[in-house]
């Protein structure tokens, strides 16, 4: 069961009982670097998982924070389960299948993850939801009375997750977005009925705009409704439903991979995925070579004692990212340190991918489907660049299809 939530910077422990907390306290304006991680107690779970509940946010509540929460709050399981239901009622386990046009491209058997059936098109929505129910949890046992607006910085598919979840709990929410945001994403954010913001680079700024309007919001009120740990760790409550998922697919399907393909933007994918599923598979974080300050900042913390410390000189920002796989375009890569770890755990590794090999990758998998987005397909492209390199032998890689095509 999850106890509470630690800074894996500073050290600083939260007790899971405690409402809204979203970011470490010692995180200031002039020290922003901190990100928490879910503590668990290590204890044996109680409830069994059943292979016939189709609802993620049911089937592994016992080790989520959300459920945790609710718990320490007096909410019994049967309540838990019926608010699950209602907040996150659309979720469905998504399949990862032996994909045999990829197998046949790259010589070895690939199981993909298919992630472009979750609601809303992508991932995006599992990270989202978590908050949600956190939000609704301490709004069931009278912790919250008003419902601040909640803020994302995005640039496609987390804003259209965050307007879908949000809509379906008829919570207002703010969206910042990057100038060049696709027309198809803001139509359907004007659907769901977001108030969208469009912020413009300012010359001689380095750092993402959106991020900079979306931290400003938050300063003034909102709740952060984000996909990036450092800003709401809670967002990776629910992305780390992917990861079990994966273990327990696996499982069922006998296999043993060599490695996982996971494309990295600002990194909560990735960290999540690799908190659910543990250390048994290294998992490979991929970046176009437009943009892959991950890798960069990676590289330069091989030779620096505790990385972590030295947030502001290692993880900076990407001067100017370019890449068809715009969803990955993130300035900085937030999740950068649980990462890194992650990678130490798992015995892991960094990949960045030419342009050709993420053109080459989306093209491959939209022969065979699903219909799949550049960005979606990225983490194939990493595999591409690894088979091409002769880094891997002929036993099955596992890749993640993150987002649909639009």
Request: aromatic letters at 6%; hydrophobic letters at 45%.
């Amino acid at each position: 069961m999850v106890i509470g939530l630690r800074c894996v910077v500073c050290g600083e422990e939260i007790e899971i009982s405690r409402a809204y907390s979203w970011t470490c306290g010692q995180a200031t304006d002039s020290d922003p670097f901190h990100v928490l991680e879910f503590v668990d107690d290590g204890a044996e779970h109680s409830i069994p998982i059943d292979v016939a509940e189709l609802n993620p946010f049911v089937r592994y509540r016992e080790r989520m924070g959300w459920w945790a929460f609710a718990r320490t709050h007096g909410m019994s399981d049967a309540e838990t389960v019926a608010l699950a239901r209602a907040v996150a009622g659309q979720f469905v386990v998504t399949p990862l299948q032996h994909h045999d046009g990829l197998s046949e491209s790259l010589g070895r058997p690939v199981w993909a993850k298919n992630e472009t059936i979750g609601v809303s098109g992508s991932h995006k929505s599992r990270h989202l939801v978590g908050i949600m129910l956190h939000l609704i949890v301490a709004e069931t046992v009278g912790l919250l009375n008003e419902r601040a607006p909640l803020a994302i910085s995005s640039c496609g598919n987390a804003a259209l997750a965050a307007a879908e979840v949000a809509a379906g709990q008829r919570w207002p929410l703010e969206v910042f977005v990057p100038t060049w945001m696709d027309d198809v994403f803001a139509s359907g954010l004007d659907a769901h009925g977001a108030t969208v913001n469009r912020c413009e680079r300012s010359d001689g700024v380095s750092g993402d705009p959106a991020m900079a309007a979306f931290r400003n919001a938050v300063a003034s009120g909102s709740v952060p409704f984000s996909v990036q740990g450092p800003a709401n760790a809670w967002c990776l409550d629910g992305g780390r439903t992917i990861g079990w998922e994966i273990h327990d697919q696996l499982n069922a399907e006998n296999v043993n991979p060599q490695s996982i393909y996971v494309q990295v933007g600002g990194g909560a994918l990735a960290t999540s995925l690799a908190l659910g599923l543990g250390n048994r598979i290294p998992l490979v974080v991929v970046q176009a070579e437009g943009c892959a300050p991950l890798d960069r900042a990676l590289r330069a913390a091989r030779d620096v004692d505790s990385p972590e410390h030295h947030w502001s000189e290692i993880m900076t920002p990407w001067e100017e990212p370019t890449s068809l796989a715009d969803g990955i375009l993130d300035d900085e890569t937030y999740d950068w340190i649980s990462i890194s770890r992650a990678l130490q755990r798992s015995g892991g590794r960094s990949v960045v991918a030419s342009e050709g090999d993420i053109v080459r990758a989306r093209d491959i998998v939209n022969v065979f489907g699903p219909p799949t987005s550049a960005t979606g397909s990225a983490g194939v492209a990493g595999a591409i660049t690894e088979v091409d390199s002769g880094v891997l032998d002929d036993r099955p890689i596992v890749v993640v299809l993150s987002g649909a095509a639009r």
